[in-house]
């Protein structure tokens, strides 16, 4: 039994473990030392993005500090040192994925952006109207919309492999799919969403056999797998750097030449180019042709000791480590009463994802609840809402590992998890006696005014909030008014009612209120708690009070005051700012027409 009276899973074969030393990797990640919120730092978004080991971190600043000049255009000392370092860094990528030779590695920024090159100077020129792109129903957005985009002007059309509730393809359905009228394939190599490692050595296979290429979107897998783009014989292969500890902003496009010398440029300016002339221009050759204007420089250098780093440490020490972790993790949190995993195929790659149904939790409040406890864990759809669709999810809570995460902090997350679900379930219980429910014969109540303005309902919350310490506090503070949110009824559950822009589900319903002559009052609603609790704050400031008023006050400044803007998150904000534009707008109308 472990540390959570759990059953403990077998230790890993001897044989890998003298050679993967997780506290060693530790120290090699200044940030992993940190506390947030007061608690140790614990890094579960690796998916996202990885975090950095300082040699990488090193290499981008000796840059910076020893040989900063641009490539391919001086003679001069510097601009050698840094073409060198930038083209050996080609060098480095080139080994590290197989390819077969540099001119196959385009730098580009990122997976997103190699994938759109390949739209814009592959597929536009090929695909005709009645054309299919074959993708897979994991899809993350950026292998969706690229080929929407250029499917929509050329009459092509997306073909969308299915997926099983595990979370897997089926050959059989990529095969029975594919048909003269497919052009292209274009899957993920792992799941940004679910893990799901995919068969892709055999779809290739598959698509080649009918003469199809195939891109592989190797976000997820890069940092994961081995990959060996001439053993998969893939036509193009895609991935980010920061996601395999190296900088943003500098990715990889792979590309079998016999594709690449037939496309056009993507972008035009420097260094892509050969002559030019007013009357006509002449490209550069591979890679350079895909390469206009300054690169990133830093980038390519610091991904290229990233790629050191990952195989000083061993990528089949780190992947046997991470498969551990996942392992772990899934025993652990399928134990939790209420949390269902979605995605739970046989190969998985550094994913768990997970939901609370019961009592039903959305998962901002299970990733806001995390960051109390200073543990870093992605929430939403993941930029794959088609695939949240298919699972009947608006979105999941992503626990992704990496190769300084450790069974403590599995068991870190599990034990808070389970904190979590359990004390949501006694707080579900006691709220089911509250009198806040709708009671069918009574008129339905908006919230009157909280004081004699806006300003004056604002400074009142300030006033509360400035002796709370800290967030913890704050936001705490924030759920308890949202318990209070007066009921909205089922019939402004709407469409037109729905706020987009928040990570939530959320119902606006305003009205000026009856017989009044501008008072502006709203009922609204949300699945997430923390959204609820934002609901409760501006009805506070704004319900009940003169439209005129409402839309004159200072919203930024309110949210500033009460020292919200350091602790929410940009997208939280973003759903903040829907729900406060839908009311000012509202007002505006409100005052137009009195
Ligand atoms: N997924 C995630 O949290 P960029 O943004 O270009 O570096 O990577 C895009 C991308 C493409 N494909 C897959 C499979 C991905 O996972 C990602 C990025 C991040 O899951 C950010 S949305």
Known sequence: MNALGLQEIPKQAAAIRPSFDVQRVRDDFPILRQQVHGKPLLYLDNAATSQKPHTVIDAVSNYYETYNANVHRGVHR????????????????????????????????????????????????????????????????????????????????????PITDE????????????????????????????????????????????????????????????????????????????????????????????????MPP??????????????KTTYNELPYKFEAGTPHIAGAIGLAAALDYLDKTGLDAVAEHERRMVRYATQL???????????????????????????????????????????????????????????????TTR???????????????????GNIVAERRARTQVAISTPLALDAKKPIAYPGPAASSPQEAADELVELFDYMEDWNDKYRQIIEFGEKLLPLPDEYR?????????????????????????????????????????IALLQNVYSGQPADQAAAFDVDGFFRRLGLDQNLSMGRRNGLGAMVKRIRSFAADMVKQS
């Open 78 to 161: 510097l601009s050698e040192m840094a073409t060198e370092a930038y083209e050996a860094a080609r060098v480095r990528i080139q080994k590290f994925i197989g390819a077969h030779c540099l001119r196959e590695v385009i730098f580009t920024r990122g997976a997103t952006e190699a994938i759109n090159l390949v739209a814009h100077s592959y597929a536009r020129n090929r695909l005709q109207a009645g054309d299919e792109v074959l993708v897979t129903w994991m899809e993350h957005h950026s292998n969706i919309v690229p080929w929407q985009l250029v499917c929509q002007e050329k009459g092509a059309r997306l073909q969308v492999v």
């Open 167 to 262: 979370g897997e393809i089926r050959l059989e359905d990529v095969e029975r799919q594919l048909s003269p009228r497919t052009k292209l394939v274009a899957l993920t190599h792992v799941s940004n969403a679910l893990g799901t490692i995919n068969p892709v050595k055999d779809v290739i296979g598959m698509a080649h056999a009918r003469g199809i290429p195939v891109l592989v979107d190797g976000a997820q897998a890069v940092p994961h797998l081995r990959v060996d783009v001439q053993e998969l014989d893939c036509d193009f292969y895609v991935f980010s750097g920061h996601k395999v500890y190296g900088p943003t902003g500098i990715g990889v496009l792979y590309g079998k030449p016999k594709h690449l010398e037939l």
């Open 266 to 279: 993507y972008q035009g300016g420097g260094d892509m180019i050969s002559s030019v002339r007013f009357e």
């Open 333 to 395: 949190l399928s134990e939790i009463r209420g949390v269902r995993l979605i995605g739970t195929a046989a190969h998985k790659a550094a994913v768990v994802s997970f939901v609370v149904d019961d009592p039903p939790l959305s998962s901002l409040d299970v990733g806001m609840r995390l960051d109390l406890e200073g543990i870093a864990a992605r929430t939403g759809h993941h930029c794959c809402m088609p695939l949240m669709e298919r699972f009947g999810v608006p979105g």
């Open 399 to 417: 626990a992704s590992f990496a190769m300084y995460n450790t069974e403590e902090e599995v068991e870190t997350l599990a034990r808070t998890l």
């Open 494 to 534: 709407t469409e037109p009612n729905r706020v987009h822009g928040c990570q939530s589900t959320v119902y606006f319903h305003m009205r000026k209120k009856p017989g009044s002559r501008n008072t502006l009052e709203f009922l609204a609603d949300s699945d997430a708690d923390i959204v609820r609790g934002l």
